[in-house]
């Protein structure tokens, strides 16, 4: 079990250090950082990343009993893909917040409240699912209190605009923002899901692979003897 919670931690450590540093270096960028935020380029860390997930929660698989189902070996799986998944989400959450309350004179509780506001708002929901729910439709969102609390009419502003130049309803434009959005996120979720599986199953044969050298090896032991 220790060896579970070792390489889940592990490896949410280092989705949060690839997300601090992709909101740090790389999306401030003018024009390409936006772009780069837009596409979720950084998750393209899920790859590496649950691939060592799911051979490490595979591989720790030998310390079980060769008896243990393999449905009750797959629950650490279940529960880790989403843990580490979403985790880069909530970071992004905090460090949004971390940065309107650094631009601004208010403490951290009022800027949560006023963030919940406009997240309501925008997609009905506050908190973390507020966040990553607006954020299929604005990637970028407001970076000081006073974009903050214009953000639903900054929108509505912006996509009467397109209206105005490409005749098309504003529902329209909602529509293919928010579904673009979602299927990147899913084009996602649905890699590391995949990516965690396959080597999820690559650790559980390495495990077994090592239970049988150490049987063949115990019994070549007594009959040196």
Known sequence: MLTVVAVTVAVIGARFLVT???EVFLHPLPILGGWLKSLEIAELSVIVLFAF????LGSATRHLSVKTPLGLRAIA???????????????RHQLWLSQLTAESDLTRQQITTLANQALVQ????KGFWGYYTTTTQMPILPATVAELERMAEDQK????????????????FSMIFEGA???IRLFYMAL??????IYFFK????????RLRRVAQAKVAPSKL
């Open 20 to 22: 601090w540093a992709a």
């Open 53 to 56: 997930l799911g051979f490490g």
């Open 77 to 91: 799986l279940l529960v880790a893909l989403p843990l580490v998944f979403f985790s880069s989400y909530w970071l």
């Open 122 to 125: 925008q997609g009905s929901s």
């Open 157 to 172: 502003w912006f996509r009467s605009e397109l209206t105005r130049f490409s005749g098309i309803e504003p529902g329209v």
């Open 181 to 183: 959005g979602w299927g």
């Open 192 to 197: 590391a899901f995949l990516t965690g599986l």
């Open 203 to 210: 650790g559980l044969a390495e495990a077994d692979a090592a």
